[in-house]
């Protein structure tokens, strides 16, 4: 049974740091290509960060460059999203994905709050 589990999700003050993980298991989590996407109330989800299958290579929104970074930990099968400086902006329901070609799952995602 393929399983992505997020965590790490809460309530932070802007400019303030916060760690996200994803947890998988059931499906061969090295071939994956893996990414994270959120989505803000009233907005359609969009890719946050994504990351190649062996961890080489990776993509940013414009709005989070310079701020978010993904990793990818092939032993564990897991990956994480580092996101610092924070901004209101940021709050969403943060989902991880993984893609092989046609084969696409989700996790049932994490809320991030960024208020003060």
Do not use: H
Request: aromatic letters at 12%; glycine letters at 10%.
């Amino acid at each position: 049974q393929v399983q992505l589990v997020e965590s790490g999700g809460g309530l932070v003050q802007p400019g303030g740091s916060l760690r996200l993980s994803c947890v998988t298991s059931g499906f061969a989590f090295k071939i994956y290509m893996m990414s994270w996407y959120r989505q803000a109330p009233g907005k359609e989800r969009e890719l946050v960060a994504r990351i190649s299958s062996r961890g080489g290579d990776t993509t940013y929104a414009d709005s989070v460059k310079g701020r978010f970074t993904i990793s990818k930990d092939n032993a564990n099968n897991m990956i994480a999203l580092q996101m610092n400086s924070l901004e209101p902006e940021d709050t969403a329901v943060y989902y991880c994905n993984a893609q092989y070609y046609d084969l696409n799952y989700w996790g049932k995602g994490t809320l991030v709050t960024v208020s003060s």
